[in-house]
C-alpha cells in the first residue's frame, strides 16, 4: 500500500490570513496523489457545513476528524468515539466557575458556556457573529466527540490539572484550544489508518502547527513542523518548515523527496 501524508488544516494548509490555501500547497498535493494516500487530521469536522468545501479541495483519500473521535475512509466511518457524559458535566460545571468559554458547534447550534466570549471572538475575527446559541447542557443529550475552549494558556493548563482525563491542547494563536478525552488523538487516529490500510508507522508523514498536532507529530515516521508553529511542536519534529506562507508544504515536500 502507499505511504501516509497527513495534513493538519488550520495554519498548515489554511491560511487564516486569507483564508485560503496556498496554491503551492495544492500543487504539491496533487503531484504527492499517485504515490501516496493523503490524509487531513484535524481538530475539525471535515463533513460539516464549515468544512466541507475545504474537503472537497483537497479531496483526501481519508480523514482523521476532531482530533481522532472520527476517522473516514471515503464516505465509511472506521472509528468513533463520543466524550464520557459524566466527564462532559464536570468539565461544563467547572468552566462556568471561570471567565473561559467551553462547548462545541452540533448541527445548527452551538452550546458554550460564557456565549459573549464567543460572540466577541467572532466579531474581531469576521465583524459579526451569526451563531445561534443554545443552553451548553443540552450537549448532554448530544453525541459530543470533542469541545473547544476560548482563552489563555493558563486557564487550558488549569483545566487539565482539574481533569487529568483530558487534553487542552492549545491553538497556534494561543487564544483557545482543543478539548478531547487522552484516549483519543491525532496520532490514534493515525494509527487506526495505518492498521485499515496495512501498512507500517514508520511509513507516514504527518504535518501540523500547533499542540493537538503533538502526538502525531511524535507518533509519524516523519514529523513535520510548519516554520509558524509553535515552538514546543517545532522541537518535537523531525524538520521544521517554512512558514505556510512562504511554500511550507511545497518546500517540505521537496527537502524530503516526496515530490520532484
Not at 496556498?22 to 500543487?27: C, L, N, R, V
Not at 460564557?114 to 453525541?143: Q, S, T, V
Not at 492549545?170 to 482543543?178: C, N, R, S, T, V
Request: aromatic residues 8%; contains cysteine.
Amino acid at each position: 500500500m502507499k505511504p501516509i501524508v497527513s495534513f493538519d488544516v488550520d495554519m498548515t494548509l489554511l491560511d487564516h490570513k486569507d483564508w485560503t490555501i496556498p496554491d503551492s500547497a495544492m500543487e504539491a498535493i496533487e503531484r504527492l496523489r499517485d504515490r501516496y494516500t493523503i490524509v487531513i487530521a484535524t481538530g475539525r469536522d471535515m463533513d460539516s457545513i464549515f468544512s466541507t468545501a475545504i474537503r472537497d479541495q483537497v479531496r483526501p483519500d481519508a480523514i482523521i476528524h476532531l482530533n481522532g473521535t472520527k476517522v473516514t475512509v471515503g464516505e465509511t466511518i472506521i472509528y468513533e468515539h463520543t466524550f464520557d457524559k459524566v466527564l462532559l458535566k464536570e468539565v461544563l460545571k467547572y468552566a462556568e466557575t471561570t471567565p473561559y468559554s467551553v462547548g462545541t458547534t452540533v448541527g445548527d447550534f452551538d452550546y458554550y458556556t460564557h456565549p459573549e466570549n464567543i460572540k466577541a471572538r467572532d466579531i474581531e475575527l469576521w465583524g459579526e457573529c451569526g451563531r445561534r446559541f443554545a443552553e451548553p447542557y443540552k450537549l448532554l443529550d448530544l453525541e459530543v466527540r470533542t469541545m473547544a475552549y476560548m482563552g489563555d494558556e493558563k486557564g487550558a493548563k488549569a483545566m487539565e490539572e482539574q481533569f487529568p482525563e483530558i487534553h487542552v491542547h492549545m491553538f497556534a494563536d494561543k487564544k483557545g484550544a482543543d478539548v478531547v478525552e487522552r484516549k483519543a488523538s491525532k496520532a490514534v487516529g493515525l494509527v487506526r489508518l495505518c492498521e485499515y490500510f496495512k501498512i507500517p508507522l514508520s511509513e507516514t508523514i504527518a504535518f501540523g502547527d500547533s499542540m493537538n498536532d503533538y502526538d502525531i507529530i511524535k507518533a509519524a515516521g516523519k514529523g513535520i513542523a510548519m516554520g509558524n508553529a509553535m515552538e514546543e511542536l517545532k522541537r518535537a519534529a523531525d524538520y521544521v518548515t517554512d512558514p505556510i506562507d512562504k511554500d511550507g508544504i511545497k518546500n517540505a515536500c521537496l527537502h524530503l523527496g516526496l515530490i520532484r
